[in-house]
């Protein structure tokens, strides 16, 4: 903490007897400042400069500026933020704790003391990202994902258990608990922070980076916290402050309350498209007005967790009744909950409802309009109505098929059209037989049976004989995951409740999933699970194929499993454009699943509606969803559960005990956790054979001083990338392609195709992850025309012949040559992934230039020592003339060895040249460029 107090804000506040030191917001009134119509989430900014003021990296002049915002003016006055803790995942806990680690021998080798490198804030870890679901649809799916999940990543969980050994007041979640935000809003979030100091308590309102970019969870609680990447919150775990620009502050109204039949799912993204529209990227988001108190906790997380699909830094509501009631129902201890109340309402952060703060803009909703909505087919900011999503879909699909035909081999037209394709079998009807509405216009088969691939010419569906025998029909538009996953939805007992009470009904009235439909249950917590069965609708979900399949994030980040076989061939015979409904916050291409191409982000029930229809080709107002035993139709109108019906379940099902039971020995595990061997000692021993935990290269032969930084000369382009190039496009994630560079390294150290695991399990191997960068399926490398996936061009060969990106950066690398990657809009946008910069800087990339960048992505570049580059407004390659084979010099970065910020550069490519802005925003961020990397700076600083 700091200690400097130019305000005179230390201060006490008494709670229930007992004395609290707090850092008083009202000194900084007193100095002649308006604080009380400051947005809340600057308040709790100011009182964190108040707190550590130090009279060097945090000034009385930071807090003046503060405190005296003025959301009129852009400004660009850098603060530096200390986060009361840090919350991790496995995912990108893993390489976070390899680096510390390599860190420690790095500080050894350099002839510091390795123990330097050491949490000095809190960290909180938690095994939420592993579970794959391999099994599905049987009450063992869980038992047996966990113990797949254990063999696969035993090393893995070893390495971190020895590093919850290795460093102070780091603690780890283990597998099987819950998803991270959902385990950090339920159990690990106070609200207000206590600290006990000389024996001193002192109370401060409780804040956190995350390495996940669905941090912003939290803010539903009125907790400040936002994504970052595995870099940065590296940094902030060695107590560096995070520098930060003051930010702009969007003011969201909220009048009103939701209608009955809409959801919290349907309210995000109405918001999430306004946000998108309105800009504000790089922003904070602020909710306020008479509608607030109307918004559920629950309904307030969702929000704030969809925060980095539309951008914002962090999207939060200010404290309130509705907080301390969900921290009594969640097991909050009253002490904890009077310390909130009272400490928000002696800072002015307790909301008014009354109040308008200043913001730099400003805009409404009121919840009364929002309607039954799903966003896709690859993006979650593009939001559809419920009542257009069929012409929605009919309209999207043109893109996703393929003009040439494929011949339907051994195809016997007059099978497939026993039953017409938009009517789906009653129970009358054989079992053998059971079809996927497709209501395009239907044209007939040519002689050879030829399969038309446009979305006019549609034709038979795909028969499709199941490991069962029997035989159902597929077609472009089959819906063959629904997964309820996600830390967006399963957090919110009212979605999750809808769900369940509308499987009931459906199975009351004789519905079942349609057999193509891989379907699972992914939960947030165990609170979940409890509930459900306190409910008595467990067997409901079970029946329709929706049992438990593990406490993780799964589909939602790629972990999807296999698909069905038997559809899983006829997809890639075919070349079907099918569908993943999941109740999720990201549907980017390729991320769901590398055999699905249209993904669409919707409420949990109706992600059960969608697996009982099959197809995302059907009007739910207005189309049956199958045949009842009763052998009459069945609409969702019959099943949907009334607002009334779902508010009465969870009052009857739901209680504190079942969180306080649940999180009472969270970090204790079980035994199959418990009896995992733990390695022991300060410093790691890295196996030479282990293909899951590597060390790192970034310290290799590094000096006690960083070199001078120079122009970029001779770069040749690696990629040149389009619009929304998402980190998902970017950084190694999902499954690992049999024939991908990533596996021929995996199978050249003995590991079998079936032991591949995912990328996100092997983020403790660098050479995993090198291999599978810019990889992902989807990715169009425009240098590359015509290819899919991760090829480029290699210029070091005559003719400049396509090849893969990994082979051809390793040729480029033995030839010196630097890279650059071309982009456009929205560059890096999506999840906070830290190998989306990492893979980029070892693939031998010193520079990207881009259109727009995304927030997070854009400070895990210069993390990494990746000179971020934008084009001047209304320039872009195109306009420039940029082919992407042109030799390019970057001219003017020196600059920064005498200078903190250096506003342009000039680029000469080949005959082209322009100048771009150099999008280094801070002294800080001149500082790590200058290191080569923000770990490299840290080491330095507490070496020096």
Known sequence: MGSTDTFKARGVLNVQGKAYEIYRLNAVADAGFDVASLPYSLKILLENLLRTENGTDITAQDIEALAGWNPAERTSREIAFTPARVLLQDFTGVPAVVDLAAMREAMRELGGDPNRINPLAPVELVIDHSVIVDVFGSPNAFARNVEIEYGRNRERYQFLRWGQTAFDDFKVVPPGTGIVHQVNLEHLSRVVFTQEKNGVTLAYPDSCVGTDSHTPMVNGLGIVAWGVGGIEAEAAMLGQPISMLIPEVVGFKLTGSLPEGSTATDLVLTITEMLREHRVVGKFVEFYGPGVASVPLANRATIGNMSPEYGSTLAIFPIDDVTLNYMALTGRSPEQIALVEAYAKEQGLWHDPNASPRYTTTLELDLSTVVPSIAGPKRPQDRISLAESREAFRAALANYISDEPKPLKGYDSSVASTFPASDPPSPEQPEKVSAAPNELEEAPNDSHGELAHTAQAARAPIPVTMSDGTVCHIDHGAVVIAAITSCTNTSNPAVMMAAALLAKNAVEKGLQRKPWVKTSLAPGSRVVTDYYDRAGLTPYLDALGFSLVGYGCTTCIGNSGPLIPEVSKAINDYDLAVVSVLSGNRNFEGRIHAEVKMNYLMSPPLVVA???????????????????????????????????????????????????????????????????????????????????????????????????????????????????????????????????????????????????????????????????????????????????????????????????????????????????????????????????????????????????????????????????????????????????????????????????????????????????????????????????????????????
């Not at 061997?677 to 001083?705: I, N």
């Not at 199978?747 to 960068?773: A, Q």
């Not at 929205?826 to 230039?849: F, N, P």
């Open 610 to 944: 969608y697996a009982l229809a099959g197809t995302m080709d059907i009007d739910l107002f207005n189309d049956p969803l199958g045949t009842g035993k009763d052998g009459k139709p069945v609409y969702l109108r019959d099943i949907w559960p009334s607002a009334a019906d779902v508010a009465a379940v969870i009052d009857s099902s739901i209680a504190s005990d079942m969180y306080t039971s649940g999180y009472a020995d969270v970090f204790a595990g079980d035994e199959r956790w418990r009896s995992l061997d733990t390695p022991q000692g300060a410093l790691f021993h890295w196996s030479e054979e282990s293909t899951y935990v590597r060390k790192p290269p970034y310290f290799v032969d590094m000096p006690r001083h960083p070199a001078p930084v120079g122009d970029i000369v001779g770069a040749r382009v690696l990629a040149k990338l389009g619009d929304s190039v998402t980190t998902d496009h970017i950084s190694p994630a999902g499954s690992i392609a049999p024939n991908s560079p990533a596996a021929q390294y995996l199978i050249s150290h003995g590991v079998e195709p079936k032991d591949f695991n995912s990328y996100g399990s092997r983020r403790g191997n660098h050479e995993v992850m090198i291999r599978g960068t810019f990889a992902n399926v989807r990715l169009r490398n425009q240098l590359a025309p015509g290819t899919e996936g991760g090829y480029t061009r290699d210029f070091t060969q005559p003719g400049g012949p396509v090849s893969t990106i990994y082979d051809a950066s390793r040729n480029y690398l033995a030839s010196g040559t630097p890279l650059v990657i071309l982009a456009g809009k929205e560059y890096g946008s999506g999840s906070s992934r830290d190998w989306a910069a990492k893979g980029t800087v070892l693939l031998g990339v010193r520079a990207v230039i881009a259109e727009s960048f995304e927030r997070i992505h854009r400070s895990n570049l210069l993390g990494m020592g990746v000179l971020p580059l934008q084009y001047l407004e209304g320039q872009n390659a195109e306009t420039l003339g940029l082919t992407g084979e042109e030799t390019f010099d970057i001219v003017g970065v020196s600059r920064l060895n005498d200078s903190d910020l250096v506003d342009r550069v000039k680029v000469r490519a080949g005959a082209i040249e322009f100048e771009a802005l150099v999008r280094i925003d801070t002294p800080s961020e001149a500082a790590y460029y200058r290191h080569g990397g923000i770990m490299q700076y840290v080491l330095r600083s507490l070496l020096n």
